[in-house]
T-cell receptor, first 119, second 113 residues
Framework: GAVVSQHPSWVICKSGTSVKIECRSL??????MFWYRQFPKQSLMLMAT?????????EQGVEKDKFLINHASLTLSTLTVTSAHPEDSSFYIC???????????????FGPGTRLTVL | AQSVAQPEDQVNVAEGNPLTVKCTYS??????LFWYVQYPNRGLQFLLK??????LVKGSYGFEAEFNKSQTSFHLKKPSALVSDSALYFC???????????FGKGTRLHILP
């Protein structure tokens, strides 16, 4: 149980185009999903917290107009990188929290990640 | 504010020897502590967690970690390293009532055959 998928696993796009990444919780409902960015050989940087049915909460320094997050259902959150540029190239990882697990701690289940390369 | 420190960028251990990957944390209340492992171009795999109870936590693949409140540490250990344990290890900390968890910068573990 507690499987999170991401699609696509990798994507290459031209500079100026927009790219959408999907994060799905396959066997549980996730009212909260998180989006992270990981640079090569570095840690995960939390970009935003996505709550179903409401606006995402972005971390300081993350451009909300650049990284659009939608969490329209309890099993799907999307991250759209708008007008992508080479500096947006990175590994993007999502995670999901199951608040109904009956366990009073904030364990997150991680997706396999999406490698974005902007040419 | 929560923070996590992994003081070692890289740890090298000979196969069969015990290994330790260090982690210290800072939170204002009682911590939730996690260890994750990441293989190249993959997402994070959960190893173990400390929420409450016994200070020694046993997890996947023979790993364990000891919660030390006085030293604010949560070091990851394994009695006998395998070459397949070579990967990037992340320590993370959270708090009750806060959805976020904060990751350390990661420690690359090299197990030498």
């Amino acid at each position: 149980g507690a499987v999170v998928s991401q699609h696509p696993s990798w994507v290459i796009c031209k500079s100026g185009t927009s790219v959408k990444i999907e994060c799905r919780s396959l066997d549980f409902q996730a009212t909260t999903m998180f989006w992270y960015r990981q640079f090569p050989k570095q840690s995960l940087m939390l970009m935003a917290t996505s709550n179903e049915g409401s606006k995402a909460t972005y971390e300081q320094g993350v451009e909300k107009d650049k990284f659009l997050i939608n969490h329209a259902s309890l099993t799907l959150s999307t991250l759209t990188v708008t007008s992508a540029h080479p500096e947006d190239s990175s590994f993007y990882i999502c995670s999901a929290r199951n608040p109904f697990s009956g366990i009073a701690y904030n364990e997150q289940f991680f997706g396999p990640g999406t490698r974005l390369t902007v040419l | 504010a929560q923070s996590v420190a992994q003081p070692e960028d890289q740890v090298n251990v000979a196969e069969g020897n015990p290994l330790t990957v260090k982690c210290t944390y800072s939170v204002s209340g009682n911590p939730y502590l996690f260890w994750y492992v990441q293989y190249p171009n993959r997402g994070l795999q959960f190893l173990l967690k400390y929420i409450t109870g016994d200070n020694l936590v046993k997890g996947s693949y023979g790993f364990e970690a000891e919660f030390n409140k006085s030293q604010t540490s949560f070091h990851l250990k394994k009695p006998s390293a395998l070459v397949s344990d070579s990967a990037l290890y992340f320590c993370a900390v959270g708090q009750r009532g806060d959805d976020k968890i904060i990751f350390g910068k990661g420690t690359r573990l090299h197990i030498l055959p």
